[in-house]
């Protein structure tokens, strides 16, 4: 079993900044990637931002120039600096791993989420 346990969500003003962070434990040998998604009300959950375990990282046109992921190998933690932030972020935002499971295979796990609003 993998649990995930995510942190750094609140309330900002437009242009303000949170840092997220996502910390995974259990029966964690390797995690292949690691990443967030948001899901704003209405709307289906998206990708934000992801990261390799070689540290190679994808990015949503969207947040791109504004968020930087990065992730602690030795902490099996992913963060995500998030700057310059607009309403249109706002969103519950999800911590995402992908890592290999006992008899093969690979293993897609989710956080609970922690919500981001962005309001004046």
């Known amino acids: 079993q993998v649990q995930l346990v995510e942190s750094g969500g609140g309330l900002v003003q437009p242009g303000g900044s949170l840092r997220l962070s996502c910390a995974a434990s259990?029966?964690?040998?390797?995690?292949?990637?690691m990443g967030w998604y948001r899901q704003a009300p209405g709307k289906q959950r998206e990708l934000v931002a992801t990261i390799t375990s070689g540290g190679n990282t994808n990015y949503a046109d969207s947040v791109k120039g504004r968020f930087t992921i990065s992730r602690d190998n030795t902490k099996n933690t992913v963060y995500l600096q998030m700057n310059n932030l607009k309403p249109e972020d706002t969103a519950v935002y999800y911590c995402?791993?992908?890592?290999?499971?006992?008899?093969?295979?690979?293993?897609?796990?989710w956080g609970q989420g922690t919500q981001v609003t962005v309001s004046s």
């Open positions: 259990g029966s964690i040998f390797s995690i292949n990637r």
């Open positions: 995402n791993v992908l890592l290999p499971v006992a008899g093969g295979g690979l293993g897609n796990y």
